[in-house]
């Protein structure tokens, strides 16, 4: 029977995980090979280049460009501090003279005879690279960063904002089905993890994170409510930038979809464990999908499995990842070998899948669907 090949989001109890740590440009590994390392060890640091201050000595001398080299106090390459005096006229009998002040701190990197602009760099900003899980170094790219890995429990979403972060996971529904409330989130929720079921509400998010909350995971959320979190419009660009303090990881998709029971009963497992998490995403060319990495105790030596391509077949768990039925779950129950036409008028291959919601049998194009891989 031929198999359809279609992407899965993950939720795996037991995996080894890779993370490359890249600095954004070359500068220096600390770590060694075989080093273990914890989440917030620094493995690699860099140096960025500080912010270019010009300055326009020919204007504020009254001179020609051609002169200023003759008048300068400040040599290039020398530092200059804040309201230091970088060139001066000699005035009129050693009185009234000009002076060019330095607007910022910094060093002289250039000065041109010809455009009367003097350049002030300021001091380099220093940037390292944290190991973000607890694992071992298992590879390095020379004067860039390294690769960790880990053996860990390995979950993502489907959507999410906010960066890295971690925090120990709390639990705030039992049930799939129960929504996150107001009432559910209090002073003991800061610097946690919260998980629920089906649904958050933009003012429960809101509380969440004035408490100090690291993130949330839940099954839906008000695709509307995110312009209010970040303030604009979230595009298919990457997402993982914005200027929240509470990682939001969505599961399943926009609206009140119920967290699918594996997800919520493995993350359940591990109340009160640290986990790494990240609401990163990309939907296009590239997919990036928010992460929730939960490095395991003890041994952690576990058989790494060569990756394999599972395609869907009767008995497979599919979520739709499509309007009208976005964020749904269910099991394909046939794979038509026959092309179908679509309301576009367009042919496509489809699959019959009996959604867990409904309890109805739809007709779905196959690439509108996202396999749950478990291991």
Do not use: W
């Not at 530092?79 to 009129?92: F, Q, R, S, Y």
């Not at 660009?237 to 997800?263: N, P, R, S, Y």
């Amino acid at each position: 029977m031929a198999h359809a090949y279609t992407p899965g989001l993950k939720v795996i109890p037991k995996t080894v995980v890779h993370k490359t740590r890249r600095l954004p440009l070359k500068g220096k590994v600390i770590v060694e090979v075989g080093a273990k390392v914890k989440a917030e060890d620094v493995v690699a640091t860099t140096n960025l280049p500080g912010n270019v201050v010009p300055v326009n000595l020919a204007n504020m001398l009254n001179i020609e460009a051609s002169e200023i080299p003759e008048l300068l106090i400040k040599k290039l390459g020398e530092t200059v501090e804040k309201e230091d005096i970088i060139a001066e006229t000699p005035g009129l009998f050693g009185l009234f003279k000009t002076k060019a002040i330095a607007p910022a701190t910094g060093t002289l990197e250039a000065v041109s005879s010809i455009t009367g602009q003097a350049i002030i760099r300021e001091a380099p900003v220093p940037v390292s690279v944290h190991a973000y899980i607890n694992g071992k170094v298992t590879g390095i790219i020379e004067d860039e960063g390294v690769e960790i890995s880990t053996a860990a429990s390995f979950i993502q979403g489907i959507f999410g904002i906010g960066g890295e972060r971690r925090g120990e996971i709390k639990i705030l529904t039992k049930e799939t089905t129960t929504p996150i409330t107001e009432d559910m989130i209090s002073d003991d929720c800061k610097g946690k993890v919260l998980v629920g079921g089906s649904f958050l509400s933009y003012k429960a998010f809101m509380k969440a994170q004035r408490l100090g909350a690291i993130g949330i995971v839940v099954g839906g959320f008000n695709y509307s409510d995110i312009k209010k979190i970040v303030g604009y419009d979230i595009g298919v660009a990457i997402t993982g930038q914005e200027d929240v303090k509470t990682t939001l990881i969505i599961t399943e998709g926009f609206g009140e979809v119920h967290m699918a029971d594996q997800t919520l009963k493995l993350l359940s497992s591990h109340e009160g464990k640290v986990a790494s998490i990240n609401g990163a995403t990309q939907i296009r060319a590239g997919v990036i999908r928010p992460e929730i990495i939960i490095p395991l105790d003890g041994d952690t030596k576990l058989k790494e499995e060569k990756a394999e391509l599972f395609g869907m077949e009767p008995g497979t768990e599919v979520r739709v990842i499509r309007a009208p039925y976005f964020g749904m779950l269910g099991e394909v129950t046939d794979l038509p070998h026959e092309l179908q036409r679509l309301e576009s008028g367009s042919l496509a291959r489809v699959a019959k899948v009996k959604l867990y919601e409904t309890k109805k049998e739809v007709l779905l194009p196959r690439a509108n669907l996202e396999m749950i891989e478990k291991k």
